[in-house]
């Protein structure tokens, strides 16, 4: 699957810096052994506090003893560095499949930063992906140990 993706992403026109990304890791923490992929499009949005900003619409599915499916929204911003290098961060909200023992809840909350590099109508980085269903926040009293994902990211500008 994972090539197909990659070939998917290669073949696209390029029209505007909208991207579509494939996105695939590993988890730590409470997520040990576990491997997730994540399929992202990121449409450009106003800036935001000065900031180049985006929508993150992603899909995602990781295996292990905790498995699950998930989709997710988010809101991002960029802070542009030098020669096209970049740190983005999105919050957002994320809807999983089940209840596992690191989801108290389906609903979650969903954390990505990423130090990232342009390479004309490519990006490649680097992220850790957290989602929680936010007990500290929302009150609630079951699991929350949440999932966690150290990723590599590459996307095609569309």
């Given amino acids: 699957m994972g090539f197909t993706v990659l070939a998917f992403l290669i073949s696209l ?6 991207q579509l990304a494939a996105e695939a890791g590993y988890g730590f ?20 506090w ?15 003893k905790n498995w ?8 991002g911003l960029q802070w542009d560095l030098h020669e096209n ?17 690191n989801f108290g809840t389906r609903a979650q909350f969903i954390l990505r930063l990423a130090a990232g590099r342009s390479f004309g109508d490519y990006d490649l980085s680097v992220g ?5 269903n936010g007990h500290i926040l929302v009150g609630w009293d079951g699991p ?5 994902y150290l990723t590599v990211l590459l996307a095609r500008h569309l």
């Fill in 68 to 75: 699950n499916n998930a989709i997710s929204v988010a809101r």
């Fill in 128 to 132: 850790v992906i957290h989602y929680s």
């Fill in 144 to 148: 929350n140990s949440g999932e966690n």
């Fill in 50 to 64: 000065d900031r180049k900003s985006f929508y993150d619409v992603a899909l995602a599915r990781w295996n292990g």
């Fill in 13 to 18: 026109e390029t029209a505007a810096a909208d």
């Fill in 85 to 101: 290098s970049y740190v983005s961060a999105s919050f957002g909200l994320a809807y999983a499949d089940r209840v596992t023992g």
């Fill in 29 to 48: 923490g409470n997520s040990y052994r576990a491997e997730g992929l994540f399929l992202r499009y990121q449409k450009d949005a106003p800036p935001l």
